[in-house]
């Protein structure tokens, strides 16, 4: 079974950056494709990004595209979100959560294993 970690969040003023790291441990953790979602209060949660298990490809949603980077370390165990340029309406809490299998994917009923979340606040 794979546990999900995520630290890094807090509060930062519009145009800041931070970066969210997800630490995965377990048997099958560095063999599955990560993602990051994010929900904010009163709204569904939805897709930020995704890499596949190679780190090879990656997707990210329109709204954080050129501000977002999503990254995985050489064991492939630790998942990052450098986000840049952030904006009040990034405001969320952020999930971090593994694929079942190797594929990037932006469907969050792909993802079998989810993170505790981070929380994101971005004043203005």
């Known amino acids: 079974q794979v546990q999900l970690v995520e630290s890094g969040g807090g509060l930062v003023q519009a145009g800041g950056s931070l970066r969210l790291s997800c630490a995965a441990s377990g048997r099958t953790s560095s063999w599955r494709a990560m993602g990051w979602f994010r929900q904010a209060p009163g709204k569904e949660r939805e897709f930020v990004a995704t890499?596949?298990?190679?780190?090879?490809?990656?997707y990210y949603a329109d709204f954080v595209k050129g501000r977002f980077i999503i990254s995985r370390d050489t064991t492939k165990t630790t998942v990052y979100l450098q986000m840049n340029s952030l904006k009040p309406e990034d405001t969320a809490v952020y999930y971090c959560a593994a694929a079942r299998g190797d594929t990037a994917t932006t469907r969050k009923y792909d993802y079998a294993t989810w993170g505790q979340g981070t929380q994101v606040t971005v004043s203005s």
């Open positions: 890499i596949s298990r190679s780190g090879g490809n990656t």
